[in-house]
């Protein structure tokens, strides 16, 4: 089952993820999983899935019904499809090898409730490119753009269909005018802090296909740590639900 490099991580609630060095998953990553939770009935997508932890984290709840994996990297979706039968989750998550833009024939377009996406924060031409290739595509948009990302969006959501996306702050103008221009429009954004008195390092936005322009919702921010550098309860709550031995 695991291949030189890889290992194992728990999830929760028995569910585990193969990772390794170049496929893995961070505190954003479960961030927008919680964000961006579907209902029990909805079909999901998700666009550029690594090493699946998004998919296998919902799967730990009867809810979403069907999860659709896209991922252009061979080696992550070989990774994410054996977690997928470690986990006896066949049928519930389908791996997609293609760039989101070229899922027209294999998937079903404009039939998906919910789109999420944990996109490069780095637009091309900024930033010291890693040696790494997987860390590249991961971290700087060589293989997609966020204009690709909306695109994909626009195509794959049911109409009121949603959205779900986090990004570094200086990225927030990108995203918002991006949206509006694949008729996607922001109706909840939330901001992440280290802990008080630190500028944000993370915002969590979602936006609706079709939906009617003005009221976005700023929620409360959220705090990773407390003042004295301990994690913060919601924190807790949220790394609780997901990875029992994390804390």
Not at 93 to 99: K, Q, R
Not at 141 to 165: F, N, P, Q, V, W
Not at 209 to 215: D, H
Request: with cysteine; charged share 25%; glycine share 8%.
């Amino acid at each position: 089952m695991l291949k030189e490099g890889e290992r194992l991580e728990p999830l929760g609630k028995g569910i585990r993820v193969i990772v390794s060095d170049e496929h893995k998953f961070w505190t954003d990553t479960i961030l927008l999983a919680d964000f961006a939770k579907p209902k029990r009935k909805e079909t999901a997508c998700e666009l550029g899935s690594g090493c699946g932890a998004i998919p296998l984290i919902w799967c730990r709840s009867d809810s979403p019904k069907s999860i659709t994996a896209v991922e252009i990297q061979e080696n992550a979706c070989s990774m994410l499809q054996r977690s997928i039968e470690l986990n006896h989750l066949s049928d519930r998550i389908t791996v997609i090898n293609s760039d989101m833009g070229e899922l027209d024939g294999k998937v079903t377009m404009s039939s998906y409730d919910l789109v999420v996406c944990n996109p490069p924060y780095k637009a091309a031409g900024t930033g010291i490119l890693n040696p790494v290739a997987s860390h590249q595509i991961a971290r700087h948009e060589l293989s997609c753009t966020t204009d690709d990302i909306m695109s994909a969006a626009e195509k794959l959501l049911k109409y009121s269909g949603r959205i779900c996306m986090c990004q570094r702050p200086e990225r927030l103008s990108d995203i918002i005018t991006s949206m509006r221009e694949h008729h996607i429009e922001p109706k909840r954004l939330r901001f992440v802090q280290q802990r008080p008195g630190k500028a944000p390092k993370l915002f969590l936005i979602e936006g609706r296909f079709g939906g009617k322009p003005c009221g976005l919702i700023t929620e409360p921010v959220l705090f990773i740590e407390k003042e004295g550098g301990d994690f913060s309860d919601e924190m807790i709550s949220i790394y609780g639900s997901y990875k029992e031995d994390y804390i």
